[in-house]
Nanobody, 120 residues
Framework: QVQLVESGGGLVQPGGSLRLSCAPS????????MGWYRQAPGKERELVAF???????TYADSVKGRFSISSDNAKNTVYLQMNNLKPEDTAIYYC??????????????WGQGTQVTVSS
């Protein structure tokens, strides 16, 4: 079973930066979409950043201009660069990969989550 391994979370002061990484335990071929979600205590999970592979990206209004989703195919890794972090960014962040096209079986994979805490 392929697992998505997340890393890069931690404690950071407001205004700081973190880069989250998400890499499958083994190669997932023909990824069609990837996204980052977050869930704060007492709140529903929300979409933070979404990228249709090889196409456009979408960001939550609250993170536009601060966060950036990207991928490094050579390293088979998806990133979420988070700049100018705010306390309200505190949450558990989850990555998600999807395969919805092609001859291979369709699938959705979720990371285990990584904690991001923004506090002074």
């Amino acid at each position: 079973q392929v697992q998505l391994v997340e890393s890069g979370g931690g404690l950071v002061q407001p205004g700081g930066s973190l880069r989250l990484s998400c890499a499958p335990s083994e190669t997932i071929y023909d990824i069609t979409a990837m996204g980052w979600y977050r869930q704060a205590p007492g709140k529903e999970r929300e979409l933070v950043a979404f990228m249709l592979f090889g196409a456009t990206t979408t960001y939550a209004d609250s993170v536009k201009g601060r966060f950036s989703i990207s991928s490094d195919n050579a390293k088979n890794t998806v990133y979420l660069q988070m700049n100018n972090l705010k306390p309200e960014d505190t949450a558990i962040y989850y990555c998600k990969l999807e395969r919805t096209r092609g001859w291979r079986p369709k699938g959705t994979w979720w990371g285990q989550g990584t904690q991001v805490t923004v506090s002074s």
